[in-house]
T-cell receptor
């Protein structure tokens, strides 16, 4: 199983809503990532978890709140988003950090629209 | 800081012809280089990687990449292009100085013309 599963696939939310994006992998990977991708642009790193601890926060606004409840799950909690936050949100996982040469496996993404 | 550059926004190739998508890198230490492909409204799919060893790396879907240390390049190649290869291609590098953060190039859109 080399799959990273993200739910939901599509999400429309108002600026006052609270919602969560979910990501799951069963490859035994210990590093998990959240990326934001705008149309025709490369993914931008938001957060990295290593062994369920937050390793990197790329100065992401507090309206995005990550959570890693266990080694297989990664959530991204959303609150009071802005229309400019509309994007494709990608989750990824890799074996772990510190080995350099390990590839990351990406989910299909959640297409988020903020209205 | 580690970085990769993709000099072409778009590459057009006729079906059946060989294709090359260019990538150059700037790293300190050993380079860990990757190619990913993205189809519309989908996530990224891993194609291949270079860690060490042979300079010619073979990957998924008939793609290969040539690591050239003297030219600091890692170009993606395929001997015979298919229309289904049309997609967005990203070169990437692991930043081993910062928790193995993955850094992507800007991407190159590949159009295979029937």
């Amino acid at each position: 199983d080399t799959e990273v599963t993200q739910t939901p696939k599509h999400l429309v939310m108002g600026m006052t809503n609270k919602k969560s994006l979910k990501c799951e992998q069963h490859m035994g990977h210990r590093a998990m990532y959240w990326y934001k991708q705008k149309a025709k642009k490369p993914p931008e790193l938001m957060f990295v978890y290593s062994y369920e601890k937050l390793s990197i926060n790329e100065s992401v606004p507090s309206r995005f709140s990550p959570e890693c409840p266990n080694s297989s799950l990664l959530n991204l909690h959303l609150h009071a988003l802005q229309p400019e936050d509309s994007a494709l949100y990608l989750c990824a996982s890799s074996q772990d950090l510190g080995r350099g040469g390990t590839e990351a496996f990406f989910g299909q993404g959640t297409r988020l629209t903020v209205v | 800081a580690q970085s990769v550059a993709q000099p072409e926004d778009q590459v057009n190739v006729a079906e059946g012809n060989p294709l090359t998508v260019k990538c150059t890198y700037s790293v300190s230490g050993n380079p860990y280089l990757f190619w990913y492909v993205q189809y519309p409204n989908r996530g990224l799919q891993f194609l291949l990687k270079y860690i060490t060893g042979d300079n010619l790396v073979k990957g998924s879907y008939g793609f290969e990449a040539e690591f050239n240390k003297s030219q600091t390049s890692f170009h993606l190649k395929k001997p015979s292009a298919l229309v289904s290869d049309s997609a967005l291609y990203f070169c990437a590098v692991r930043d081993t100085n910062r928790d193995d953060k993955i850094i992507f190039g800007k991407g190159t859109r590949l159009h295979i013309l029937p």
